[in-house]
């Protein structure tokens, strides 16, 4: 090998170590993260945009971006910034976690599912993974596998009140009566204050052939401040 290769090899060696030096550190990240502990997403955006020019791409740089553009309801640039995070470490599961959150707000429920399978296989102890997974399922009219979903949410946290809501609403629609009523009575004793808990109750056990308990339930669910409540009271309570 030539003098001028060995000096050209050497060259690049310096290089990437430079650039290794220069990628951004913990403390690289404080001043965005104030501003996003801030309220102030707009410069935690502008620091972070920053970060990038001097320091170079990371993932955490594109997950700390995602978040702030997430704050004020920049879906789009949040959902690349996501998917760039997952780019520069495709193990980054807050990133895969995230960009599925995205992606159901959007209503791309199979990207959004292909996001939440990527996130359960790398942790699948996460309750509130399987709770949103189920409601992607639902949108997607995949019944059973969301209620498969919503009793794996409430086994790793017994008081997932919405999990229970959620479950009572796929059974529901999967025309299982008295396993929603169940599920909704859960929901209700975990948090009593829940109009919608109460109004969608009251559905169930009208159809199921109990009026009183239906009233009573709708009426507690206009107490509570439910507008639709009080047109079913006028309508079916005498």
Not at 104 to 116: E, G, H, M, T
Request: aromatic share 16%.
């Amino acid at each position: 090998m030539g003098k001028g290769m060995k000096k050209w090899i050497t060259l690049i060696g310096c290089l990437i170590s430079l650039f290794s030096i220069a990628q951004s550190t913990k403390s690289d990240f404080e001043p965005a993260l104030k501003f996003a502990k801030e309220n102030q997403a707009a410069k935690a955006i502008e620091t972070l945009l920053s970060l990038e020019k001097t320091k170079g791409p990371s993932a955490e740089l594109y997950f700390y971006l995602g978040n702030s553009y997430m704050d004020i309801q920049q879906y789009n640039d949040a959902l690349m910034a996501f998917s760039n995070a997952i780019l520069n470490n495709k193990q980054y599961k807050e990133a895969f976690y995230n960009r599925a959150n995205i992606y159901y707000y959007l209503k791309d429920y199979q990207k959004a599912l292909d996001d939440f399978d990527t996130y359960i296989a790398m942790d699948s102890l996460k309750s509130t993974a399987y709770y949103d997974r189920g409601n992607t399922y639902c949108k997607l009219e995949k019944y059973d596998k969301a209620e498969k979903d919503f009793l794996t949410s409430i086994r790793l946290r017994p008081s997932n009140d919405l999990a229970f809501f959620d479950l009572g609403n796929t059974y529901f629609k999967m025309e299982k009566l008295d396993d929603a009523l169940r599920a909704y009575d859960k929901a209700i004793e975990l948090k009593p204050n829940m109009a919608g808990f109460y109004f969608n109750r009251a559905i169930v056990e009208y159809n199921l052939g109990f009026p009183q308990d239906a009233c009573a339930d709708f009426k507690n669910a206009s107490e509570l401040g439910d507008l639709e409540a009080s047109g079913y009271i006028k309508e079916l309570c005498h």
